[in-house]
């Protein structure tokens, strides 16, 4: 069993020393720096209870305007990859049928997260690898308002890619696997 604090801990970490210090997200310092972020741990070895959660975490947001985003770290139960796409899938549909669709966005990271058009070694997968499977949760209007008056944000994914493969594979392999042992 993973314990929650080590497991948030780490993930503060990760969106610090690797979201935010190689901007692979413009808009996430703000938030750092705001405060504006929740952070909870959800276990995704039952998939009812964790879809619960993310529903509860939508109504959260919706009631508190003061946090921007939250990110719901599942480090157990969804270890598989394939798994978490599936899980991802039904997380997407149940947004919708509750009526979240428009209002929230998911954003998704696993710690084998794999573009379907990319290798596996490809450091380029490491812009949505994360310490443990995790959804994020955005806000709509919010995301739309940032990239609005962010220059060019069509080239963020591809500044993205290219700064990530000059880091190279095995370093980011290796400040993944640290901060999973934190």
């Given amino acids: 069993m ?23 997200c413009p ?9 504006s972020i929740d ?3 959800i276990d995704g070895g039952d998939w009812p209870q964790a879809l619960a959660a993310l529903i509860a975490a939508c109504r ?35 947004m919708s049928d509750q009526g979240y669709e428009g209002i929230f966005q998911l954003a998704s990271f696993h710690p084998d997260y794999c573009f379907a ?24 209007a919010s995301l739309e308002q940032a990239l609005a008056a962010y220059p060019d944000p069509e080239a ?3 500044r993205n890619m290219a700064r ?3 880091i190279g594979g095995e370093p980011l392999a290796r400040a993944l696997a640290a901060l999973r042992k934190k």
Avoid at 8 to 15: G, K, P, Q
């Fill in 2 to 24: 993973i314990a929650s604090d080590a497991c948030l801990a780490a993930t503060r970490t990760w969106v610090e020393t690797f979201v935010v210090a190689e901007n692979l």
């Fill in 27 to 35: 808009f996430a310092n703000r938030e750092v720096q705001r405060g």
């Fill in 39 to 41: 952070y909870r741990v």
């Fill in 60 to 94: 959260e947001l919706e009631s508190a305007p003061a946090i921007e985003t939250c990110l719901l770290v599942i480090p157990e139960g969804l270890e598989a990859f394939d798994d978490y796409l599936d899980f991802l899938g039904l997380a997407e549909t149940l």
């Fill in 117 to 140: 058009d990319a290798e596996p070694e490809d450091p380029a997968n490491y812009t949505n690898r994360s310490p443990w499977p995790m959804l994020h949760l955005l806000r709509e």
């Fill in 156 to 158: 963020i994914p591809e």
């Fill in 164 to 166: 990530l493969r000059a």
